[in-house]
Each structure stands twice: as C-alpha cells, then as structure tokens.
T-cell receptor
Framework: NAGVTQTPKFRVLKTGQSMTLLCAQD?????MYWYRQDPGMGLRLIHY???????AKGEVPDGYNVSRLKKQNFLLGLESAAPSQTSVYFC?????????FGPGTRLTVL | GENVEQHPSTLSVQEGDSAVIKCTYS??????FPWYKQELGKRPQLIID?????GEKKDQRIAVTLNKTAKHFSLHITETQPEDSAVYFC??????????FGAGTILRVKS
C-alpha cells in the first residue's frame, strides 16, 4: 500500500515551458487535491476533485489545469510556466475529512 | 470564504517546556479542525484533529482545544522533545471536504 505518490520529485523548467505533475493514490479515495506551499504562506489549494471526471477551482487556480480521468490519478498541468509558479506542490487525498499528503514535487521555474 | 490566522510564526522553547500554538478562523460554519506536522523536507502529517461538537481532545503529549464562540483553537504540546521540532499547520474545514490552512508555526525545541 503505497498511499499517495507524486512524480516527479524535482523539476526545473524555463519560463514558458509546460509540464504535468502526476498524483496517484491506492486508497480508493474519492477526493483529491493539489496544493502549493510557499514560505510563510502555508498550503494553498489550487484545484480539487470530488470524484472521477470532476474538477473544481481552489484558492489559487490561475495558470494551472487539472484532470481526473481515473479515480486513482489526479494530474496538475502548467501550460506556460512562470517564475511565480516556483514552489513545492503537494497532492492529497481523502475519503472523508482526514487528508493524506504525497511527498511533494519541488518545481523551479527559471 | 474561510480565513485562518496562526500565531506565532516561530516559537522556541526549552526541552521539557510546553508549547502553545493558536489559530483563529472566520467562518462560523467550520466544523473540523486538524493540525498537521511537517518535518524538514517531508510531507505534512496529521497529528490530531477536533470536531466542532467537542471542546478538547488529547493524545499523549498533545492536546487541542476549541472555542467555537470565539472562533479559535489551539495546539498544546507538553514535555517538548527535540523531535517535536517542525513546522505545525492548523486548518479549518467548513464542508465540501476542503481545508483552509494557517501560515504555519516553526517550532524549535532547544536541548
């Protein structure tokens, strides 16, 4: 039982490049979330999903897109990366209230 | 929407002393309040949570108290140990299974 996993662990992009972050969970959780963590700002919700095929905007959705084609996977896309998107990205999932986090992806945009 | 404020931003205590971290929330409909601990370079992990129908909850050296009237909740760690050093986040949920997090408290336990 791997829990919540994220790929990649680290990535460096140039401004304007695109990439996709993958989150996978093997706990059969309905709800999945993408957060970004910046120093002094806690965890801020980017997008979330309440079930397969559904997505919704969180607090800071601009510049990101998501897809939940399979229940176990939640993808976060950056179409045209900007330096302001340099951050640590965490995925989380839950079946109710307690959210379980993945190990994070450290993204640097130059 | 919900807004969560957390204080202090940094806290240094001597090993064996107690540590208290406080959070306030804005949405009176919030009914679930978890606390997460994040060690350096690691993922946030739940350490304790409380629901709005309970005023206090304890788990060994940690406890959380909730004051619904004042809309604030606190984390109490007693007999602190060096391994308690980490960043602690409070959060609040008003439904929809979404959490709003505080900005975090860096706790340093000096031995």
């Amino acid at each position: 039982n791997a829990g919540v996993t994220q790929t990649p662990k680290f990535r460096v992009l140039k401004t304007g490049q695109s990439m996709t972050l993958l989150c996978a969970q093997d706990m059969n959780h309905e709800y999945m979330y993408w957060y970004r963590q910046d120093p002094g700002m806690g965890l801020r919700l980017i997008h979330y999903s309440v079930g397969e095929g559904t997505t919704a905007k969180g607090e800071v959705p601009d510049g990101y897109n998501v897809s939940r084609l399979k229940k176990q996977n939640f993808l976060l896309g950056l179409e045209s990366a900007a330096p302001s998107q340099t951050s640590v990205y965490f995925c989380a999932s839950t079946t109710g209230t307690v959210q379980f986090f993945g190990p994070g992806t450290r993204l640097t945009v130059l | 929407g919900e807004n969560v404020e957390q204080h202090p931003s940094t806290l240094s205590v001597q090993e064996g002393d107690s540590a208290v971290i406080k959070c306030t929330y804005s949405d009176s409909a919030s009914n679930y309040f978890p606390w997460y601990k994040q060690e350096l370079g690691k993922r946030p992990q739940l350490i304790i949570d409380i629901r709005s129908n309970v005023g206090e909850k304890k788990d060994q050296r940690i406890a959380v108290t909730l004051n619904k009237t004042a809309k604030h909740f606190s984390l109490h760690i007693t007999e602190t140990q060096p391994e308690d050093s980490a960043v602690y986040f409070c959060a609040a949920s008003s439904g929809g299974n979404k959490l709003v997090f505080g900005a975090g408290t860096i706790l340093r336990v000096k031995s």
